[in-house]
């Protein structure tokens, strides 16, 4: 057999799609799949369907209280073992082709020394409808993996392709009273602290994954006018979500941290204190994302202390 790979799915009232996921995932080429899951309070067939594959030696059902996305995917990156090799996140509703993990291992194996490092990688998906015919629409598509300073105003990678070692699961299990309340979703959690932390990011351009789009995720697929991209930036909202995330990340990781990524944290961290740190987040070149009208609203959300 091949790499072992502990594969964390977290469900909910997922019925429709779940069982060719989860096909799909049992189905890896080259691989030794192991499928560890928390079903999160479904109230559909959800845990029905789950139960049938509970009988297999691969697969670990674990029934809970409604969560959220969030806290359930945490709650299964404590609860995994530190034995495998690699730990890899999916969705309920996708469909894997049946080299996504032999690809993502082979990438990542080309680039880093050693399984111990600290590493995350993503890659682009395919997106499809509800039959997993192909759209024309791009969902998370990009042509490199985004920088620190990009990960801190958004995550654009996919948390369904994520695969990563056993480093980055430690430092993300490691904090004990970590206010969830004040971290992003999991997936942009992760990928901000392999970041800045100093770990890799492996990317890859090609997608083996078909990200399903349905009525009830249709936001890989969704078009935005220039008025609504506006509306919905951070320049309309009161909140400041991307200062309390980089306040926890700094509070809860700070010792591990570069310099360099300090320093771009204490940016973020202490620009309220006066005008002039303000302006200062303000310009800074590597705190922006790559859209022009992105920084646009990144400057003016600065300016107005709602970043």
């Keep these: 057999m091949g790499r072992?790979?502990?594969?964390?799915m977290s469900t909910y009232n997922g019925e429709k799609y779940l069982k060719e996921q989860i096909d799909s995932i049992l189905n890896q080429i080259e691989v030794e799949i192991y499928l560890l899951i928390r079903d999160d309070g479904s109230k559909d067939s959800t845990v029905e369907i789950l139960d049938k594959y509970n009988k297999l030696e691969n697969v670990t059902v674990i029934k809970g209280e409604n969560l959220g996305a969030k806290k359930s995917f945490l709650t299964l990156i404590s609860m995994a073992p530190d034995y495998f090799d690699y730990y890899a996140l999916s969705d309920q509703d996708d469909y894997w082709l049946e080299d996504k993990m032999i690809s993502a291992i082979s990438h990542i194996e080309g680039e880093v020394k050693s399984l111990e490092d600290n590493f995350l990688y993503y890659s682009n998906t395919c997106l499809v409808d509800k039959d997993l015919f192909p759209l024309n629409e791009i969902g998370f598509n990009v042509d490199r993996p985004y920088s620190f300073g990009e990960i801190l105003i958004r995550n654009c990678a996919s948390g369904c392709t994520y695969v990563f070692g056993k480093k980055l699961k430690g430092l993300v299990k490691a904090p004990q009273d970590l206010n969830l309340e004040n971290i992003p979703m999991h997936d942009h959690w992760i990928n901000m602290i392999c970041l800045a932390t100093g770990g890799k990011i492996i990317f890859e351009k090609k997608s083996h994954i078909l990200y399903r789009q349905h009525g009830g995720n249709l936001v890989g697929s969704q078009k935005n006018s220039f008025l609504k991209k506006v509306l919905k930036s951070s320049l309309f909202k009161k909140t400041d979500n991307r200062y309390v995330h980089a306040r926890s990340l700094l509070a809860n990781y700070e010792d591990l941290m570069t310099d360099c990524n300090k320093e771009t944290l204490y940016k973020v961290t202490n620009y309220k204190d006066n005008y002039l740190k303000t302006m200062i987040l303000a310009v800074d070149r590597f705190?922006?994302?790559?859209?022009?009208?992105?920084?646009?609203?990144?400057?003016?959300?600065?300016?107005?202390?709602?970043?």
Excluded at 4 to 8: A, E, G, I, Q
Excluded at 287 to 307: E, G, N, T
Aim: hydrophobic letters at 55%.
């Design 4 to 8: 072992k790979v502990c594969v964390l």
């Design 287 to 307: 705190i922006k994302p790559r859209a022009f009208l992105s920084r646009c609203m990144i400057f003016l959300s600065v300016l107005r202390r709602s970043f």
